[in-house]
């Protein structure tokens, strides 16, 4: 009879197999796939089903366990605490694992030691961090991403008082409002060029284009708008 040490065998130099999809999937969507032999008659016949699960039900149990251990947490926007679809790249293994989009949520079955994790999203500035998983459970590391975006403040010209106006990104649909006690705005963007427009009433309308790579500054000074008085002929009879 033929023995493997510690039980496990590495497939490739044991037989080859076309078509399967184990390697492919831990190549392209960072899976982990098993597959379990619990006979060496390949087509047993199923009155035997019982007695292989009692055999092996406890193996098959601490394995599936093992998917509980290593790291995990959850990905969400800075600003709106929603879920990300994010990568998250460990260094040691140079694997890259995607979060649930719906939930934010990442597992990574783990050996016990310290990690690298780099995590990134659309739209959003990556973060880097480093973990200790234990030798039992997992580690919790949770990431909250601040979006890209452009910042600032609305003021008056004159007085530099705060003003309160509309920010909008032309030919899109984003639009925001200033703090009309400090003048502060905030919008999220992604990376790319946009024509601003700031509006506020009582002043001239600003226009401006401006091109965003992570976190970009940009203040407005409102200039109030000059009356325009006309003045009617008198006709004298």
Known sequence: ??????????????????????????????ELHVTIEVSTDKNPNFSLMDNYWDVNREAMLVWMEQ?????????TDQMSG?????????????????????AGDYHRPLLPGE?????????????NTSVIVPSEGAVVQDFSLQPTG????????????????TIRILSGTEEVVSDPATG?????????TYTLQVEAAGYDVIERQVTLETLLVENFTLSTTVEQKIFLPTVLK
């Open 1 to 30: 009879s033929q023995t493997f040490e510690d039980g496990v065998t590495v497939g490739w130099e044991w037989y080859p197999v076309v078509g399967g999809m184990q390697d492919w999937a831990y190549n392209w969507r960072d």
């Open 67 to 75: 998917a509980l251990k290593g790291v995990t947490g959850l990905v």
């Open 82 to 102: 929603l879920p990300l679809d994010a990568q998250i790249t460990i260094d040691e293994n140079d694997r890259t694992l995607r979060t649930d989009a719906d």
């Open 115 to 127: 990690y690298h994790l780099s995590v990134a999203a659309a739209c959003h500035l990556s973060q």
């Open 150 to 165: 452009i910042s600032g403040t609305l003021s008056d010209q004159a007085t530099g008082e705060p003003i309160s106006g």
């Open 184 to 192: 502060v705005y905030q919008i999220s963007l992604c990376p790319g």
